[in-house]
């Protein structure tokens, strides 16, 4: 593939077609003042692309595209597919996506199409063929952009079109209709099938539909989103082979599985807006940072959409405070992200994101603080390029699966308020606040560079997981489970004997009965000879080879364990039954990762992030000041490190201010 931006990547989302073309002449003075090198062009273009069926309009496009690279910044030109032309829909009648509740959508909004939709699909694949054969030699362009935040709007359709491609993907998957039978269950409740065609889109009926056939639709849809990408991907690499090609996903989304969509993408790309006002978020927005880099098993993403401070689809919709951008940008660069872009260049004047912030506000006051604080990045970014590239070496991982994901929060469990993303952002947050290093990985990967793996929750275990986490504890690996896991197969369906089912032996534990608890409901446990509170969950837990370690207080379960440890081969896997307070689950992964030899690349006082990459020779450790305070950090006496911010050595010591970064190389 081939590299045209050397340095980190740096710029936004780009609509010159909005503005007159004097104004483009100003758009480059600007971009070249703050640093940018970078931008995305065209995502939103269709329209002014394809006024009519077949008929194409691209002087403005050649014109644009010719100015920025005569002004060296190049291009992640965009295939213009994620908003259809309004004479499209109205021209072809199976475009249009369905509601669950059965209602016909309108479009005069974005991504109002059936992902599949057969005239959808033509339209897409001759805009691209036809964009892709047009630029294919310009020498601004260095990454296709394909389509626009997949799922964002329409994630799931239920027309007759996607009614009948569903049944065309059971049978690839089932082949024959008594094994689909078998697989959903379907002589519960009369639901037995004897024809394909018998089988609907689970539309909106009486009350609790199949949740294996949800379920099944689910990943229907997620294959559906992916296929749109994979078809504009194969054009445009037909084309432009040494072209990189992206498309820009949205924290854990959980309508597509990630992990499947990036073996396709030569680069993660990642939209992030994380609440400014929330004062939580700094510690669990991190966790999207570190799936996007475990999509592709370790290599750097590009943040392509955040803002420069404020949103326009929030109740309200908070400023972000000075230097908290910069500090949520550097966040990004320390997990693992290789470029820092912007929704977008120039703030729209009309439309439903006009009051988005943008890198250029409305009042386009070069001394204003957003524009101010764009350049001040811009500048410190140019001088990070050796930063490009360079890796993660963390010894933790968080395990993490959209099929549990979708299956865990299927109508019909034993509690409503047991959310998948809550209890990966429970364990998350407690290995942020310790400063452990962590990548976040498929149930398939191969854990043997690990030396604790977290599984939040496996209430599915798919073929294949419960040998890779046994070899994983026998080898030396230490593994850590919560509630509610080793319940399902593949397919929805009930384990028989007794929970945590394939994951028994590895835990050494059986649990006789699940006792959700309500949400004003606590627990009181017993751990390390100190009283916790325990919240949503518990469990009657019987020991088989496994030790108590900690033991509920409470009601019937008064005396019974609440967390366990089981020795496995050469490693150990524990059970915690419940969700604990932040304190106990702290205090239990610290001991563990004490244990394992496993700490921080500095000694840091509270509110201090330590991130680390790594290229051959250097170590760069990152060092955020979330705190409201001056933070004094020492270093280590006999080691000398290069502040790559400010361009100097610096030893003994130094102080961060409140939302500061030092980057240190040594």
Excluded at 95 to 111: E, M, N, T
Excluded at 581 to 600: F, R, V, W, Y
Aim: glycine share 6%.
């Amino acid at each position: 593939m081939k590299e045209k931006v050397t340095g980190i990547y740096y710029g936004g989302d780009y609509n010159p077609e909005q503005w007159s073309e004097d104004v483009w002449q100003e758009d480059m003075r600007l971009m070249k003042k703050a640093g940018v090198n970078f931008i995305s062009l065209g995502i939103f273009s269709w329209a002014l692309l394809e006024p009519k069926e077949g008929i194409y309009v691209f002087d403005w496009l050649d014109r644009i595209l010719d100015l920025l690279y005569e002004n060296g910044i190049r291009v992640n030109l965009a295939t213009a597919t994620a908003a259809q032309p309004a004479w499209m829909t109205c021209k072809y009648d199976d475009i249009l996506p369905v509601s669950k509740d059965g209602l016909k959508l309108s479009y005069a909004s974005r991504q109002s199409y059936c992902p599949n939709s057969p005239s959808y699909k033509k339209g897409v694949e001759r805009l691209v063929r036809t964009i892709a054969t047009r630029y294919k030699d310009h020498p601004a362009l260095s990454m296709w952009h394909i389509n626009n935040e997949f799922g964002c709007h329409t994630s799931e359709c239920y027309c007759d079109t996607c009614a009948h491609a569903f049944r065309e993907w059971l049978k690839t998957k089932y082949v024959t209709l008594d094994k689909l039978n078998m697989a959903w269950g379907t002589k519960f409740w009369s639901q037995y099938y004897y024809s394909w065609e018998e089988i609907c889109a689970p539309k909106t009926s009486t009350t609790f539909i199949n949740p294996s056939m949800v379920l099944d639709y689910k990943r229907f849809m997620s294959d559906s989103l992916i296929n749109l990408y994979l078809a504009e991907k194969k054009i445009v690499n037909e084309i432009t082979p040494d072209i990189p090609v992206t498309t820009n996903l949205m924290d854990a989304f959980k309508p597509i599985d990630y992990f499947k969509l990036a073996k396709d993408m030569d680069i993660v790309a990642l939209d992030s807006y994380p609440d400014p006002s929330n004062p939580n978020s700094y510690h669990t927005t991190p966790l999207q940072y570190d799936l996007m880099r475990g999509l592709k098993n370790g290599k750097p993403f590009i943040l392509m959409e955040q803002a420069i401070s404020h949103v326009n689809w929030r109740p309200v919709n908070a400023a972000k405070k000075p230097d908290q951008m910069r500090l949520i940008s550097y966040q990004t660069i320390a997990r693992g992200g290789d470029g820092i872009m912007f929704f977008q260049w120039r703030q729209a004047q009309r439309g439903s994101e006009k009051f988005h912030s943008s890198m250029v506000s409305h009042n386009a006051d070069e001394n204003a603080r957003g524009f101010r604080e764009v350049c001040k990045l811009g500048h410190e970014l140019s001088l990070l390029s050796e930063l490009k590239g360079t890796s993660s070496r963390n010894k933790a991982a968080l395990v993490f699966d959209f099929d549990n994901w979708w299956a865990l929060e299927g109508e019909g469990k034993p509690s409503s308020l047991t959310t998948y993303m809550s209890l990966m952002e429970k364990y998350y947050t407690a290995l942020f606040n310790l400063n452990i290093g962590v990548d976040v990985v498929p149930t398939d990967t191969d854990l043997s560079q690990y030396d604790i793996v977290i599984a939040p929750n496996l209430y599915m275990i798919k073929p294949g997981t419960k040998e890779i986490l046994e070899n994983f504890v026998h080898s030396g690996g230490t593994f850590i489970c919560s509630f509610f896991s080793g319940i399902v197969d593949e397919n929805d369906g009930a384990v028989y004997g007794a929970y945590p089912g394939p994951l028994s032996n590895l835990l050494g534990i059986y649990v006789e009965e699940v006792s959700p608890l309500n949400a004003d409901e606590t627990y009181n446990i017993s751990y390390d000879e100190s009283p916790y509170n325990c919240t949503l969950w518990s469990e009657k837990v019987h020991l088989k080879e496994a030790s108590s370690i900690g033991h509920y207080e409470s009601d019937f379960l008064k005396n019974s364990p609440a967390l366990t440890v089981n020795s496995f081969g050469s490693g150990k896997a524990y059970y915690v039954s419940t969700l604990p307070e932040d304190s106990l689950l702290e205090k239990l992964l610290s001991q563990i990762a004490n244990e394992k030899g496993i700490s921080q690349a500095l000694s840091v006082p509270k509110g201090i992030e330590v991130v680390c990459r790594y290229s051959d020779l250097k170590q760069y450790i990152f060092l955020l000041n979330h705190s409201l305070e001056d933070q004094f950090i020492k270093l280590p006496d006999s080691m000398t490190y290069f502040d790559m911010l400010e361009q100097k050595t610096v030893s003994q010591g130094l102080t961060l201010s409140p939302k500061d970064v030092k980057i240190l190389k040594c």
